[in-house]
C-alpha cells in the first residue's frame, strides 16, 4: 500500500541555487496540494494542482516558486533562487475528489526538508 | 483573522489519562470541514479525525473523539486512556465548502498543541 511519496526527504541548498521537490500521490489520487511548515509552526498552504492544471496557487510566493503537475510523472515544486528563509519542510497531500467534497481526507507524504544554507 | 486557533502549545497528561486538546476555527460557511492531525517527531502527518459541519453526532475514533459545539465553534480532541506513544503535535485543521474554484480544497492549520504523556 504506497502512500504518498515524496522526495528527496531532505535537501540541503546553498543560497541562489534551485530546489525540486517531488511528490507522486497516491495511487488513483489525482488532486495534489503542497504545504509549508516554518519551524514552530502549522502547515500553510501554498498550492493545489489536478494532472496538468494548477487550480489555486493563491498560498505560493508570486516570485521564485512554481509548481507543476503533469500528465505522466510526479508533482514538482519548484524555488529557485533560494533564500534562508525558504528553509522549511514542505509536505505534499493527496485526495480522491479535491474540491469536491468537504469530507475529502488528505493524506501527506513524509515531507521533504529544505536547509537552505 | 486567524482561521484555526489553538491556544495550548503545551500539554502534559499522565498515561492512561484522558486529555482534551482546544480547537477554535472561524468560517462564514455552512459547509465545511474539521479535521485533526497527528505529528510525531518523525516528522510526518497522520490524519486522526474528521468531523463534518452537518454531521449530527461528534465524530470517534477509537481513543480519539471530536467534542464538535458548533455554537461555539469549537472542535475539541478527546483523547482517551493516554498512551507514552500519543506523545506528539497536533493540529487541527479546516476546509471550508464554499462554492466552486473559491478556498475549496485547501486545508487551513492551526499551530499546533505539543503533547506529552508521562508514565
Known amino acids: 500500500n504506497a502512500g504518498v511519496m515524496q522526495n528527496p526527504r531532505h535537501l540541503v541548498r546553498r543560497r541562489g541555487q534551485e530546489a525540486r521537490l517531488r511528490c507522486s500521490p497516491m495511487?488513483?489520487?489525482?488532486?495534489v496540494y503542497w504545504y509549508r511548515q516554518l519551524p514552530e509552526e502549522g502547515l500553510k498552504f501554498m498550492v493545489y494542482l489536478q494532472k496538468e492544471n494548477i487550480i489555486d496557487e493563491s498560498g505560493m510566493p508570486k516570485e521564485r516558486f512554481s509548481a507543476e503537475f503533469p500528465k505522466e510523472g510526479p508533482s514538482i515544486l519548484r524555488i529557485q533562487q533560494v533564500v534562508r528563509g525558504d528553509s522549511a519542510a514542505y509536505f505534499c497531500?493527496?485526495?480522491?475528489w479535491g474540491a469536491g467534497a468537504t469530507s475529502d481526507e488528505q493524506f501527506f507524504g513524509p515531507g521533504t526538508r529544505l536547509t537552505v544554507l | 483573522a486567524q482561521k484555526i486557533t489553538q491556544t495550548q502549545p503545551g500539554m502534559f497528561v499522565q498515561e492512561k489519562e484522558a486529555v482534551t486538546l482546544d480547537c477554535t476555527y472561524d468560517t462564514s460557511d455552512q459547509s465545511y470541514g474539521l479535521f485533526w492531525y497527528k505529528q510525531p517527531s518523525s516528522g510526518e502527518m497522520i490524519f486522526l479525525i474528521y468531523q463534518g459541519s452537518y454531521d449530527e453526532q461528534n465524530a470517534t475514533e477509537g481513543r480519539y473523539s471530536l467534542n464538535f459545539q458548533k455554537a461555539r465553534k469549537s472542535a475539541n480532541l478527546v483523547i482517551s486512556a493516554s498512551q507514552l506513544g500519543d506523545s506528539a503535535m497536533y493540529f487541527c485543521?479546516?476546509?471550508?465548502?464554499?462554492?466552486?474554484?473559491?478556498?475549496?480544497?485547501?486545508?487551513?492549520f492551526g499551530r499546533g498543541t505539543q503533547l506529552t504523556v508521562w508514565p
Open positions: 495511487k488513483g489520487h489525482s488532486h
Open positions: 497531500a493527496s485526495s480522491t
Open positions: 485543521a479546516m476546509r471550508e465548502g464554499g462554492v466552486r474554484g473559491s478556498t475549496l480544497g485547501r486545508l487551513y
